[in-house]
């Protein structure tokens, strides 16, 4: 099997290009490909994928001059077919691209369903950057669902930024609280259903972040009784002052991460577990 390695995808417009230092600035020692699909539902029959390539490819080195020219992969075929064939192939670890240069109906489709459709076909972390903020990340927010997906989420997202702080941070809200009294509980009984659900809800946090604390030393957890929305986590991450947030797609995260990526201004790793 190859070595780990990092896997940039690019459509060759110019913003696309700006993946590229990052990618390599985050590679830590590893190998980075760069990938090019020519999609055949779009362009079958039609592309000469020897004069693609050698475009291409001259296009890259007119960037990075030093950039592996057996580095470059030129292909086509079935989008998310060819990116999991490639990332198996390639031992990917991390695929990391940047904004869509397409305009139009293109840009829906790229931007759009093409980012769900990478992130779920990859199966590993995928760092979408919006910001372009100089790498290495310092800080990097967390959010957890207290599951073994978040658990093994974590590690990797450790692994890949071994210099960086971690915040991992559990959110809850407490079940019914607005409509305990029309419910027929008193003020006590309210406020005691509250305590309990929340000492419940600690306890089980603190059991799974002590797995965390022992193993990780740059790891900081927190329990925060809000709501899970995309608005909080912008919130934190700009209070804790995070240059990352790393999100999981299941559990109560099935939706937050692409939400996430709607609305936030810096860069958002999603991990479809």
Do not use: W
Not at 33 to 43: A, G, K, N, P, R
């Amino acid at each position: 099997m190859k070595s780990p390695s990092v896997l940039v995808l690019m459509d060759f417009s110019p913003k696309s290009f700006e993946a590229l230092p990052q990618a390599l600035a985050l590679a830590s020692g590893k190998p980075v490909y760069v990938l090019h699909i020519v999609e055949t539902s779009f362009f079958s029959g039609k592309a000469n994928m020897e004069t693609i390539a050698k475009n291409l490819l001259g296009q890259l080195l007119l960037a990075f001059p030093h950039f592996p020219k057996e580095h470059f992969i030129c292909t086509s075929g079935t989008f998310n077919k060819v990116l999991k064939e490639q990332i198996t192939a390639l031992n990917v670890t991390l695929v990391v691209m940047g904004q869509n240069g397409e305009k139009g109906a293109l840009e829906t489709f790229f931007l759009g369903s093409h980012v769900k459709t990478i992130v779920k076909t990859a199966e590993v972390p995928t760092l979408l950057l919006k910001s372009y903020t100089p790498a290495p990340y310092t800080h990097v927010l967390i959010p957890s669902d207290l599951s073994a997906e978040s658990k093994e989420h974590i590690a990797q997202i450790v692994t890949l930024f071994p210099k960086a702080r971690f915040s991992v941070v559990y959110l809850y809200t407490v079940p019914f609280e607005n409509r305990l009294s029309l419910y027929g509980f008193s003020q006590n009984e309210a406020e005691s259903f509250k305590a309990d659900f929340e000492e419940d809800e600690t306890s089980r946090a603190t059991l799974f972040f002590k797995h965390l604390t022992d193993t990780y030393p740059n790891v900081h957890c927190m329990v925060r009784n809000e709501s899970v929305s995309p608005a909080t986590f912008l919130e934190l991450a700009s209070t804790l002052e995070a240059d990352l947030i790393a999100v999981h797609t299941t559990g109560n995260f099935s939706f937050l991460a692409f939400d996430l990526l709607k609305v936030c201004e810096d860069d958002i790793l999603i991990h479809q577990k």
